[in-house]
């Protein structure tokens, strides 16, 4: 008698906690976050063809220089701007080496934007948008970006390209 009280007790228990459970106390996968900046490398001499960055580093560009992206080829990369400011700062850097030599190949990029944030729920929080996006270049001693292109100014998911940089 005493098993069967338990057993029922711990049900009516779990049933109460279940319950108390609302929809905001999750945040499921799917529930869209901070979309990152869509970045798309292009040949600067046929501008229609996409063409690797044979390794690129990307650094975050203030005090602590935080490697953003480590040495990689690619022809395309995701990065985060800073959702406390309306400005990120990066450094774009090309890494070329030779049997006798490394060169570094560097190009100071500041995006600048208009934030908005949007409530998402109670468990999720907060996820920004941004708007009005700028970009300036700033080249360093050695440069390699011939050009940039800001294809979409608005920010608000990750599925598109938002940036074309031409070398």
Not at 43 to 49: A, M, T
Not at 108 to 137: P, Q
Not at 138 to 164: F, M, P
Request: include cysteine; charge should be negative.
């Amino acid at each position: 008698m005493k098993n069967l009280f338990n057993f029922f007790a711990l049900i009516l228990f779990t049933a109460f906690f279940i319950a108390g459970c609302t929809r905001d106390d999750l945040c499921p996968e799917n529930t869209g976050v901070t979309p990152n900046i869509s970045i798309l490398f292009h040949n600067s001499q046929e501008p229609d063809l996409r063409k690797s960055v044979e390794n690129l580093k990307i650094l975050v560009d203030d005090e602590s220089q935080t490697v953003a992206f480590s040495p990689a080829t690619t022809d395309s990369i995701s990065l985060p701007l800073n959702v406390n400011s309306d400005q990120t700062d990066f450094i774009f850097e090309k890494i070329v080496t030779s049997e006798t030599d490394t060169l570094i190949y560097q190009n100071h990029l500041s995006f600048s934007y208009n934030r908005k944030d949007i409530y998402v729920n109670r468990a999720c929080g907060f996820r920004s948008e941004f708007y009005d996006l700028n970009v300036s270049n700033r080249a360093g001693n050695l440069s390699w970006i011939d050009a940039i292109t800001v294809k979409k100014d608005s920010i608000t998911n990750e599925n598109e390209a938002h940036l074309i940089i031409y070398h």
